[in-house]
C-alpha cells in the first residue's frame, strides 16, 4: 500500500488525488505500523516547518521516517524537513540530505510562486521522460541550498535543489501533484520505481 | 525562469459557473468541471473559481464541487466567496482548494488574514482588492464594488501583505467589463509596491492587453472570464503570441 503521511494542516488530500489519477490506491495515515509497512510513502508537506517537525516529534515520527527502506518521496515543505534544518522557526530537521532550507532575500517576490522549469544535473530514473523546458508548479518562500544529493536545481532569486535523492530517499520542491501532465509523469516515475 | 500566469475565472452559482460561456466541444457549459477540463487541456495555469452566491445550502452544493474539482484537475486552483471565518476556509482547503480568496471579510476583519497565514501558512492566502479611481487616487471597493472603503489601494495593498497575504488578485473596476485594456496604472504601482504576486484583473480583451501587463508592470499573472469563456481569445492561441513577445509563459 502506498502510504502519505498525515499532517496537522493543508491539503495533502490533493497528494491522494493525483495518485488516484494514476490508477493507485493509497491511505493517509500517521500510524507507523502502517507507514513501516508501506510499499511507497509519500511525505508531503504544508505548513509550517517547526510545527511540523513538531508534530512528526510528538508522535515518533521523525524516527519511523529515518528507518524507512522503501522509496520515500518529500514534497514541498517534505524536501526541506529531510535537510538538516530550516530557518523557518529556527527548526532542526530529519537530516536526511546534508544541506540546509534557507529563507529567500527578498529581491523578487517571495513566495516563488508559479511555473517554472529546473534543470538536471544527472539522470536518473526519478527524471525520466523530463525535459528541461518543462515546467512545474513551485510555492515556497523557503528553499534547500544545493549539494551533493541534489540532482536537479531551479533558479529564482539564487539557484536551489529543485529535486534530491539520496538512496532510498527521493525530494521535489514543486508540486508534482499540481504541475499537470509533466507532475503526473513524475508521479509515475517515483510510484514504479522498485524497491 | 519563472513563467508569467495566465488564469481564467469562472463564477459559480449554486455549483454551476454563470455568465455563459460558448464552447462547441463542451457538452454542458454550465458544469464547472466540464469548464475546468477544458481550461486545463488548453493550458490555464491556474483557476479561480468565485462564489457569486452566499446560502447556507449553496455552501453544501460549493464543498461537494470543489471535492470533485480537486479530484479532477492537476493544476492549482483559489476558491473566493463568502469566506469570512478560519472554519470557511478550512472547509474548502479540506476538499481541496489550493487557496482561498477573501476580499470584503478581509477589509471589514484584517485580522482574518493574520488568522489564516497563522493557520495555513501565507501561500493559501489570497487577498481580492477591487479597486477604483476617485478623483485620481485608487480607492478600495467593497461588497461587489458597491461600497468606498475608507482604504487607498495601495495604503491597503502593502497593509495586507504585511499582514501576511502570499498573493494580491487586484481588480480594476474601471476597466473591468470594457475589454479596453488592463489598468496599468494602478496594476504598476501596486505591483512595484508590494513583494508579493499580484494577479491583474479587469479588462482584457486583446491579446495586446496581456502584452501590454506583462511588459509595463510588475504583475505575475492575468487573469479573464468572458474572452476566455466566450472562446474569443483561445488560451493557446494567447501563449503562443505572448512567446512570440519574448513573454514567458509555460
Redesign the interface.
Given at each position: 500500500m502506498i502510504v502519505i503521511i498525515k499532517y496537522n494542516?493543508?491539503?495533502i488530500?490533493?497528494v491522494q488525488?493525483?495518485v488516484?489519477?494514476l490508477g493507485y490506491e493509497s491511505i493517509i495515515t500517521d500510524n507507523p505500523k502502517e507507514i513501516r509497512e508501506a510499499t511507497k510513502v509519500i511525505f508531503p508537506g504544508?505548513?509550517?516547518a517547526s510545527s511540523a517537525m513538531s508534530y512528526l516529534r510528538e508522535r515518533k515520527l521523525d524516527e519511523v521516517i529515518l528507518s524507512l527502506k522503501q522509496p520515500t518521496l518529500g514534497i514541498c515543505l517534505g524536501l526541506q524537513l529531510m535537510c538538516k534544518s530550516s530557518e523557518e522557526g529556527n527548526t532542526i530537521c530529519l537530516g536526511i540530505f546534508d544541506t540546509e532550507t534557507k529563507q529567500f532575500l527578498?529581491e523578487d517576490?517571495?513566495?516563488?510562486?508559479?511555473?517554472?522549469?529546473f534543470s538536471k544535473k544527472e539522470d536518473t530514473t526519478l527524471l525520466k521522460g523530463i525535459n528541461s523546458t518543462d515546467?512545474v508548479?513551485y510555492?515556497?518562500?523557503y528553499y534547500a541550498e544545493t549539494c551533493n544529493e541534489t540532482i536537479a536545481t531551479c533558479?529564482?532569486i539564487k539557484e536551489f535543489s529543485s529535486v534530491m535523492q539520496k538512496n532510498n530517499f527521493y525530494a521535489m520542491q514543486f508540486?508534482p501533484?499540481?504541475?499537470?501532465?509533466v507532475?503526473?509523469q513524475l508521479l509515475r516515475n517515483f510510484l514504479e520505481l522498485e524497491k | 525562469?519563472?513563467?508569467?500566469?495566465i488564469i481564467p475565472c469562472l463564477d459559480i452559482k449554486n455549483g454551476r459557473t454563470v455568465k455563459g460561456v460558448n464552447f462547441v466541444d463542451i457538452k454542458d457549459a454550465g458544469d464547472p468541471i466540464e469548464l475546468a477540463k477544458k481550461y486545463?487541456k488548453d493550458g490555464a495555469?491556474e483557476l479561480i473559481f468565485l462564489d457569486i452566491t452566499a446560502t447556507l445550502e449553496d455552501r453544501k452544493t460549493l464543498i461537494s464541487l470543489v471535492e470533485k474539482i480537486?479530484?479532477e484537475i492537476?493544476?492549482?486552483f483559489t476558491v473566493g466567496g463568502g469566506i469570512s471565518s478560519v472554519e470557511d476556509a478550512l472547509a474548502l482547503?479540506?476538499?481541496?482548494?489550493?487557496k482561498v480568496s477573501i476580499n470584503s471579510s478581509a477589509v471589514k476583519n484584517p485580522q482574518l488574514i493574520v488568522d489564516l497565514k497563522e493557520?495555513?501558512?501565507?501561500?493559501?492566502v489570497v487577498v481580492a482588492i477591487d479597486t477604483k479611481s476617485v478623483d485620481g487616487r485608487g480607492k478600495v471597493f467593497t461588497k461587489g464594488g458597491t461600497y468606498e472603503t475608507r482604504w487607498e489601494t495601495l495604503q491597503w495593498a502593502k497593509e495586507v501583505e504585511e499582514l501576511g497575504a502570499?498573493?494580491i488578485l487586484l481588480t480594476s473596476m474601471n476597466s473591468d467589463g470594457t475589454k479596453g485594456g488592463f489598468d496599468i496604472d494602478i496594476t504598476k504601482k501596486v505591483s512595484e509596491l508590494v513583494?508579493?504576486?499580484v494577479i491583474a484583473s479587469g479588462g482584457a480583451g486583446k491579446v495586446k492587453h496581456f502584452e501590454e501587463v506583462f511588459t509595463k508592470t510588475?504583475a505575475?499573472?492575468g487573469l479573464a472570464a468572458s474572452i476566455f469563456h466566450f472562446g474569443e481569445i483561445p488560451i493557446p492561441r494567447l501563449k503562443e503570441a505572448l512567446k512570440t513577445n519574448n513573454i514567458l509563459v509555460?
Open positions: 494542516a493543508g491539503n488530500r490533493s488525488n493525483a488516484a489519477r504544508v505548513g509550517e527578498p517576490k517571495v513566495p516563488h510562486m508559479g511555473w517554472n522549469s515546467d508548479y510555492v515556497h518562500g533558479n529564482y508540486h501533484e499540481k504541475s499537470a501532465s507532475g503526473e | 525562469m519563472l513563467k508569467k500566469r486545463v495555469d480537486a479530484e492537476n493544476i492549482p482547503i479540506k476538499a481541496g482548494a489550493d493557520r495555513f501558512g501565507s501561500q493559501f502570499g498573493e513583494n508579493i504576486p510588475q505575475s499573472a509555460r
